[in-house]
């Protein structure tokens, strides 16, 4: 049996002596898309934050292909340096693109002489070609969006996790962020996003996770028209 990305056993959150988070145990497949729903205060922003191992749990283990990950350790600093995530109001730095997408390869020790390769493949792969040398000051909501997209992907993560990544795009854009996910999905790329948009699972072939209060809700599902095994990939208890 293939190993699970990641695999969260008797995981709890608690902010103050409120309840934000309680997974008995849930598993999630590498080269999927998985979709957090549920309202405000579901708890998604909060296992998005876990997940990326920017916070730690107060009870519970989070394993990452395997390995019992916590950035109190040396495995888990390793191993956080291939998990990104992406915000739901990305903060681009002042200047170009390029200093934007440099800036993690930079921290990650990658030379310099290999970077413009890289920088110019991720924006490849989102559909900003060209873009390299433009001011992030000149670019609208959906280009700074697939910007910070693209400084996710240029390091090669293993996982994405976006928060409500289609949040305050207009349509048109919403609609061609949801095509590059759809295609990053069909390149093999591990996906996890939080939405509140019902419809978005099915669009994206997703499978769904829902939330509610900090636990999940009901049987994960999937679109059967669009994924001939709806639940292959997550084991849920």
């Not at 930079?106 to 001011?135: C, H, I, T, W, Y």
């Not at 670019?139 to 090669?156: H, Y």
């Not at 207009?170 to 996003?193: N, P, Y």
Request: aromatic share 6%.
């Amino acid at each position: 049996m293939m190993q699970p990305l990641f695999s969260l056993r008797q995981l709890e959150k608690y902010h103050g002596e409120r309840s934000a988070l309680a997974i008995d145990h849930l598993e999630l497949a590498a080269g999927e898309i998985f979709a957090l729903c549920g309202p405000n205060g579901a708890g998604k922003s909060t296992l998005l934050s876990l997940l990326a191992l920017i916070d730690q749990p107060c009870r519970g283990e989070i394993r990452f292909e395997g390995q019992l990950v916590s950035r109190d350790n040396a495995a888990g600093l390793r191993l956080w340096r291939g998990i990104c995530l992406v915000h739901q109001n990305p903060y681009l730095f002042r200047g170009r693109v390029e200093d934007n997408l440099a800036c993690g390869l930079k921290l990650r020790g990658v030379a310099r002489s290999d970077r413009p390769a890289l920088m110019e493949q991720a924006l490849e792969l989102v559909g900003m070609e060209g873009f390299l040398r433009r001011n992030v000051r000149e670019l609208s909501g959906g280009q700074a969006q697939r910007v910070a997209l693209a400084r996710a992907l240029v390091f090669k993560p293993a996982v994405l996790l976006l928060d409500e990544p289609m949040t305050g795009l207009d349509a048109g854009a919403a609609s061609a962020f949801e095509a590059l996910m759809r295609e990053l999905g069909r390149q093999g790329q591990s996906i996890v996003f939080s939405t509140h948009d019902s419809e978005a699972p099915q669009r994206l072939g997703a499978r769904l996770l829902r939330l509610s209060g900090g636990r999940l809700v009901g049987q994960p599902a999937a679109r059967t028209d669009q994924i001939p095994h709806p639940f292959a990939g997550v084991r849920y208890a």
